[in-house]
């Protein structure tokens, strides 16, 4: 079993690396193809951003699967502080993302 549980946490940090090079190509692309810099930087923080969320839920996802397989109290200790923060950067970061694309949607209107 802990094999097994290992693979997949080994798929989840994949999956979390993955997020993050498409994103990046995703922005890079967006970037590439905005002409006015101004305007289109919303949409580009946008875009990388919904990207580094998705990231950050599988690598916390990916943390707590590791936790599992030998919970010392050290490893519970150190998995408590990598969730907090990252929910914290997810919840700031979501936060931000929101309130820019109320902003694009304002502007659209």
């Known amino acids: 079993m802990m094999h097994g549980v290992e693979l997949f946490q080994l798929l989840l940090e994949l999956i979390s690396i993955a ?9 890079l692309w967006l970037a590439a193809r905005v002409r006015d810099h101004a305007p289109g930087f919303p949409r580009i923080r946008l875009c990388f951003g919904s990207w580094l969320i998705l ?3 599988f690598q916390l996802a990916a943390d707590i699967l590791a936790t599992t397989v030998s919970p010392s109290k050290e490893e519970l200790i150190q998995l ?10 997810n919840y700031f970061l979501g936060k931000e993302l929101d309130a820019q694309t109320e902003r694009q949607q304002e502007k659209s209107a």
């Open 19 to 27: 997020c993050v090079v498409i994103g990046l190509g995703k922005t």
């Open 55 to 57: 990231a950050l839920e």
């Open 80 to 89: 408590a502080i990598i969730a907090v923060i990252r929910t914290f950067l």
